[in-house]
């Protein structure tokens, strides 16, 4: 628990990256990674969700949330994955680099897709580095402690700030015997602990904890230095993500238990393209307003136009 985390920034920004307290309403300045030491030291909740394309960036924006992640869930959420193993790279920073140009404040986070960083350190490095450089990322983030202790380092080495992520690392829920709940026993319980202290010194400047007993979240928050982002892990850490296509209603897989619905978006969706396909097949879409016209004598130029063609 020595190591404080690496205040790095990629500075894809254009706005001033002075420090602010408080929400981030449209007009804030952007939020740092020295922004949610703060809070964390202030008690101030981080609300952090999840985007995906360039509208639920400008939504993030309005909203003035304060960290939004390109996670990986973009796999199931947006490109109709069974599971987030199979999203590529080349996938991800295309929705990165979407949301990256519908934001100014929250700070960008990107996911690293699995596979792309587990094998060497160059490996997660050259990955973290595509999402600087390519996405415009603030910072990214990889999952489990284990090897990615050492992998997160790297990166942190090489100038990227790196969020870290313990618990239920949807990437190997199958080693971890499926999409359950983590760290319920003791033993299993010391493990995640180990996971996240482990991250905090390799320099992570935050840690996601997801699914875990909220029993094992109050003993360990306070141990912690670096912000804790919790979903599914109760109310004593730093800060709550979502998924934003879970809390607006819109993914219609799976919920989770620690899933609120805000919004039943998708049904309003359903509802309008009904509607719109309905009119078009009654022809009461589109109306007059719809249209364009043309001047009657332009028309009936036309027209003298159209004859001479056809009869030459
Ligand atoms: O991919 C994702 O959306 C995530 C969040 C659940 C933290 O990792």
Redesign the pocket.
């Known amino acids: 628990m020595s190591a404080r985390p690496r205040i790095a920034a990629a500075g894809n920004r254009s706005k001033d990256s002075a420090s602010m307290s408080g929400a981030s309403p449209a007009g804030a300045r952007p939020v740092t990674l020295s922004t949610l030491v703060e809070r964390k030291a202030l008690g101030e909740p981080i609300a952090m969700i999840?985007a995906y394309d360039h509208p639920s960036a400008r939504v993030a924006e309005e909203a003035g949330v304060d960290v939004v992640?390109v996670?990986?869930?973009a796999a199931m959420t947006v490109l109709g994955y069974p599971s987030?193993v199979p999203v590529s790279v080349e996938e991800m920073l295309m929705l990165t680099a979407a949301v990256r140009r519908g934001l100014e404040t929250p700070l960008l986070v990107g996911?690293l897709p699995f596979g792309s960083y587990e094998v060497s350190d160059e490996q997660a490095v050259t990955t973290a580095q595509r999402f600087v450089k390519e996405a415009g990322c603030d910072a990214v983030?990889l999952e489990r402690g284990g090897s990615s202790v050492q992998r997160a380092a790297a990166i942190v080495a090489a100038g990227i700030p790196v969020m870290a992520?313990v618990g239920l690392t949807p990437q190997t829920a199958t080693a971890l015997g499926g999409y359950r709940s983590q760290g319920r026993t003791a033993e299993r319980a010391l493990e995640v602990a180990r996971d996240a202290i482990a991250l905090q010194g390799a320099g992570c400047f935050a840690i996601?904890f997801?699914a875990i007993p909220s029993e094992l979240t109050d003993l360990l928050v306070p141990r912690l230095e670096i912000p804790v982002i919790g979903?599914g892990a109760g109310p004593a850490t730093d800060g709550q993500?979502l998924?934003l296509h879970d809390l607006l209603g819109i993914y219609d897989g799976h919920a989770a238990r620690f899933v609120k619905r805000y919004a039943d978006v998708r049904d309003q969706m359903v509802g309008g393209v009904r509607a719109f396909a309905e009119e078009v097949r009654t022809r009461r879409y589109p109306a007059p307003e719809h249209g364009y016209e043309m001047a009657p004598d332009e028309r009936e130029r036309l027209r003298e136009l159209l004859d001479r063609t056809a009869s030459a």
């Open positions: 999840t992640l996670g990986d869930s987030t996911d983030k992520h996601v997801e979903i993500v998924v």
